[in-house]
């Protein structure tokens, strides 16, 4: 099947992996940013620029994930301090949360922030932070945007670790993108010694900050030091507790897939980690790659296919324009349909799941909905 090369958007920075054995060779697709500024544009009221001038959310500063909430009148677990006591009813909290993480690139608490929000929010509240939430998985912020954003938060705070270990992050990416499902080491420049300085002492200032130790250990790897990261990886926080921290399991498969040999424990690894992000077409590539060299050719070839799929499906020529679209039309529930059929189809149920309940929702003040999402998990 052709396909037209994607501009940027997410997916982000599409590359082709080199050969190797299991490996799944992707077309190349270069990286451009217009389709996340049309969305941006549509939605520029949810916060970005609000966020970055002052930003309403006081973190705990170890990078803390969000939780459910526990009980009437009481925070989510790992947010130290709020605004004002029960601010996580607010939906304005909660977009503000999920514009963070997506300005972080924090991509696998980005689905736990939507589960806390549901279970934190009525109907109603949650239908104002699902468009955030959608962008979050679905579209990137434009790379000026972000950077605007990030220093601001800096300038403002220089002690916002979470937003200095972002930017980070993005200088790293934006120098060497990495390769979509292979280990970087000879395809990239190795990172430069003030980011990893950098990025020590950070760590030694607040050693339980799991963003600072994630993007260490990605940079250490990057530069062929695997001794040195895996000893930084060793000291992630939470105890047994971190063999259910998705990101810890990101970073081990990693290890277990490109330096130790384990393909069956990383393919294990990598399942539980797309439960967080099954719309990840490189967290996929990543799984077949194990799943071929762990000798599963038939599963393999499988998640081959969804890669494929999921890429096309997630084309931001396409996919952007549409989300534009739809998300400026809120009020109308064939759009909402729309944008559950987008999720249902990027394999994310949940999310395709809440935008049909508010589509009927808003069907049942006099407007027809066409039935567009089916299953939870679409038909190859």
Do not use: K
Request: glycine share 8%.
């Amino acid at each position: 099947m052709s396909r037209r090369p994607p501009s940027r958007g997410r997916p982000r920075g599409q590359r082709r992996p080199t050969g190797g054995r299991g490996a799944v060779r992707l077309p190349n697709r270069p990286r451009a940013s217009w389709p996340a500024l049309a969305v941006g544009a549509v939605l520029g009221a949810l916060g970005l620029l609000a966020m970055a001038l002052g930003p309403s959310i006081r973190r705990d500063r170890d990078g803390g994930q969000v939780a459910p909430p526990r009980s009437e009148g009481s925070s989510p677990e790992g947010i130290e301090t709020l605004d004002e006591p029960g601010s996580w009813t607010d939906p304005g909290y909660w977009i503000r949360r999920v514009d963070r993480l997506r300005v972080e690139e924090r991509d696998l608490e980005v689905m736990s922030a939507f589960r806390a929000a549901s279970r934190a929010l009525p109907p109603a509240d949650l239908a104002e932070v699902l468009p955030a939430i959608t962008l979050a998985f679905l579209a990137d912020v434009p790379e000026d945007q972000a950077s605007r954003a990030l220093s601001a938060r800096i300038e403002g705070d220089p002690e916002d670790l979470d937003a200095r270990v972002a930017r980070i992050r993005r200088l790293l990416r934006d120098d060497a993108p990495a390769p979509a499902d292979r280990p970087r080491v000879g395809h990239r420049a190795a990172p430069g010694p003030d980011a990893i300085s950098e990025l020590r002492r950070l760590l030694e200032r607040s050693p339980g900050h799991r963003g600072a130790r994630e993007v260490l250990v990605e940079a250490l790897l990057d530069a062929g030091r695997v001794d040195e990261a895996r000893a930084v990886l060793d000291g992630w926080p939470g105890g047994p507790d971190r063999e259910r921290d998705p990101t810890f399991l990101r970073l081990r498969a990693r290890f277990d897939l490109d330096h130790d040999g384990l393909p069956a424990r990383a393919a294990q690894e990598l399942r539980l980690v797309l439960a967080e992000a099954p719309h990840d077409w490189r967290l996929r590539a990543r799984l077949a790659r194990a799943l071929a060299m762990a000798g599963d050719p038939d599963r393999a070839a499988e998640e081959a296919a969804w890669v494929d799929r999921l890429r096309e499906r997630l084309d931001p020529e396409r996919l952007g324009p549409r989300l534009a679209d739809d998300l400026g039309r809120t009020d109308d529930p064939a759009a909402l349909a729309d944008l559950a059929e987008i999720c249902r189809s990027a394999l994310l149920p949940e999310l395709a799941l809440s935008w049909r309940a508010e589509a009927r929702r808003r069907a049942a003040r006099g407007s027809i909905v066409p039935d567009r999402a089916g299953s939870s998990r679409p038909s190859p």
